[in-house]
């Protein structure tokens, strides 16, 4: 579906025992368009109309996942992929090989609470192994998309991505105070944010990027990293 199909410029006639040229007539878009099956006519080198039969496949039929959630995430990790989606909760997948992580069994590693700040519309979570520990990061609020924010959880067992998670806490810029000896958010920096992911560079020092609000309602939405 959507590439043009290439004609051939010969055919052959008489059983096989003559090669004609062929000028083929304009493939209109919409026979490629949607999957099904057209025609499109030309005149061979001979003087004869010639027929050829179009069949245009989707080629995203042929799904990794059925019946997949939106944000899909998968990493590859020691010789296995591995793939998170959120269903109220968060699960992960694991397999050998890619076309097998569909129907991979998925097991739970963290359940949504029944109320709060991170209970309702948990969205795109992400997995990641850094510095041998399993992380996933995910945006989730209490029910008002205005309070949409970016967590994570750690996996209780380093050396398995699919154990229970456990929260480690909201991600939101913060700064140390030095009376209390604690770090204190920014309230004023912290604003909507989803769809975070985790890069490291090449001398292994890390960085999170997010879609966030520019103000505190919707409107401008920018890329962050920190």
């Known amino acids: 579906v959507g590439t043009k199909p290439t004609l051939p410029k010969k055919i052959t006639a008489n059983g096989g025992k003559a090669t004609l040229t062929v000028s083929w007539d304009s493939v209109d878009p ?4 949607y999957e099904g099956t057209s025609e499109v006519s030309g005149t061979a080198s001979n003087g004869e ?5 179009i069949k245009t496949v989707d080629d995203m039929a042929n799904l990794l996942i059925q019946n997949g959630s939106p944000d899909p995430y998968i990493t590859y990790h020691d010789g296995y992929y591995y793939y998170v989606r959120s269903d109220g909760g968060i699960c992960v997948a694991k397999s050998k090989r890619l076309a097998d992580i569909g129907t991979a069994p998925r097991v739970t590693v963290w359940t949504a609470p029944s109320s709060g700040m991170y209970s309702k519309e948990v969205w795109a979570p992400e ?12 945006a989730a609020d209490d ?30 810029p913060t700064q140390y105070n030095e009376s209390s000896g604690k770090w204190d958010v920014i309230s004023e920096q912290d604003k909507w944010a989803i769809d975070g992911t985790v890069l490291q560079d090449v001398n292994g ?22």
């Open 30 to 33: 919409t026979q490629y368009a």
């Open 205 to 226: 020092k890390n960085y999170f990027i997010w879609s966030g609000w520019a103000g505190n309602v919707d409107g401008q939405q920018n890329l962050y990293i920190a």
């Open 49 to 53: 109309t010639v027929t050829a039969v």
């Open 143 to 172: 029910g008002n998309n205005a309070n949409h924010r970016m967590y994570c959880i750690k996996s209780t067992d380093p050396d398995n991505a699919q154990a229970q998670y456990e929260m480690m806490g909201k991600l939101a």
């Open 127 to 138: 997995i990641h192994n850094i510095d041998g520990e399993w992380y996933i990061y995910f």
